[in-house]
């Protein structure tokens, strides 16, 4: 009896280690696809200088640019994770 009891403990532990990590990561996830899209924003504000319609065109259609390229990036992060 205590052999399984120990068994559930150490599922039970793996799994809120695993709760953790996931937290973890989902929060660096959430502020990594705001950030970056941002900071792209504004370089691209800074390079192109939106002082025309088609300047702010562009620096409107970075954040989407970049929000999806960060989406990708950590689509093909967690693809590859799975594999190993």
Do not use: H, K, N
């Not at 953790?20 to 800074?46: E, S, Y």
């Not at 088609?54 to 950590?74: D, E, H």
């Amino acid at each position: 009896m205590s052999e399984r009891y120990s068994g559930f403990r150490a599922r039970e532990e793996a799994r809120r280690q695993q709760r953790a990590a996931d937290d973890r990561r989902m929060r660096r996830m959430f502020w990594t696809g705001l950030l970056v899209p941002a900071v792209a924003c504004a370089i691209v504000a800074l390079l192109v200088g939106p002082d025309s319609w088609l300047g702010w065109a562009a620096v409107i259609a970075t954040a989407p640019t970049a929000a999806a390229g960060v989406a990708v990036a950590f689509m093909l992060q967690d693809r590859a994770a799975s594999r190993r």
